[in-house]
């Protein structure tokens, strides 16, 4: 019993086993270089490059604006709804009264039916 148990007796080894060498860790680069997708190869922190705040301004279409509240709160147990007033006022530079009136880049593309299909069929065609 005791030779049966001296031959089963082994290191432990993995079963996976890695196909080629270990991959070796490329240096860092010292210099900045522009990513291949930018326009013309601009640099971050470069003068073309806009700061994300300036660029997020100038793409807002409207502006919210938050209601404004009466003076006095009203008491437990009434209708809170006329706790806020809502003031008329015409729109101003860059304010939509809708957002039908926003443009068409902000749309939602209309579904087709080819993809409706492809909905309705659980995704596989």
Known sequence: MRQTAAKLAKSYTPMIKFVGTKHPIPPHASEIKAHPCTVAGMLPGSPECIPAGEFLSKLKPFKVVP?????????????????????DRPLKEDEVASIFELPSKFHFRPIDSAEMDAINAGGAL
């Open 67 to 87: 209601f404004k509240g009466q003076g006095a709160r009203n008491k437990v147990g009434e209708n809170s709804n006329k706790a806020y007033k809502f003031t």
